[in-house]
């Protein structure tokens, strides 16, 4: 399988913990192991599960405890939302808080999350809720890119049309780490805001899974403002709907 090999400045290798083996963690595994990373991925059957997925991505099977503990550059975690609270609560006890902890994770309510409240009622955004599970900072990133084109449409810095990502966090040293990583990996990194305003780039909305250049990610980050109104959530819910219908019609199944 041809992947986009790095061929901008080199990094030195580091140690990743992805918590979650499904098509965006799977993904990173291949991508951050092809560029020399040290990866260590976990699920929730156990790592005897995962010898297949090591096999092609060359990523070490481990417990979730194990991949939080060797993940001193980056932890992603990267499963459903629904199963955020069934993490172990210890989970990132003894991990360093500059370590960035990444969070892709996506509100799904008809297909596999089923109804959450606050996310229903736009009190907080959805990596907000799963920040306030997790009860440290995360990085919102990798949400709102196809699995497919995470690990296979990466480019070199500044080739036409580059896709751009955007990056959001409250943890503005964590937000850096991230977007350079995002960079080495053959996307454009865009300041995404605070945690707050991570709503322009989740579901139902014109950048989540469109595959922009950064300048057009740019102009919807703009013209979306940053405070989100009622109506705004209301639209993003509601385009969310109609995509989970399409998605329920097509017989695609999230669990």
Known sequence: MAHYQRTNQKTQPMNIGIIGAGHIGSALAVRLTDLGHSVYIANSRGPETLQDLAQKTGATPVTAEEAARRG???IVVTIPLEKIPDLPKNLFEGVPAEVPIIDTSNYYPMLRDGRIEEL???DLTESGWV???????VVKVFNNIFAEHLEKNGKPAGTPGRIGLPVASDDAAAKQKV????EEL??????????RESWR???GGPIYCNDLP?????EHLQSLGTERTEAQHQEFL????KAEQAMQAQGIKLK
């Open 131 to 137: 920040q306030q599970h997790l009860g440290r900072p």
């Open 120 to 122: 229903e009622t736009g």
């Open 238 to 241: 509601a385009n969310q709907a």
């Open 201 to 203: 780039q989740q579901p």
């Open 186 to 195: 053959g996307f454009d990194a865009l300041d995404g805001g605070t945690m």
């Open 214 to 218: 950064a300048d057009q990610v740019r």
């Open 72 to 74: 001193s550059d980056f």
């Open 179 to 182: 977007m350079a990583l995002v």
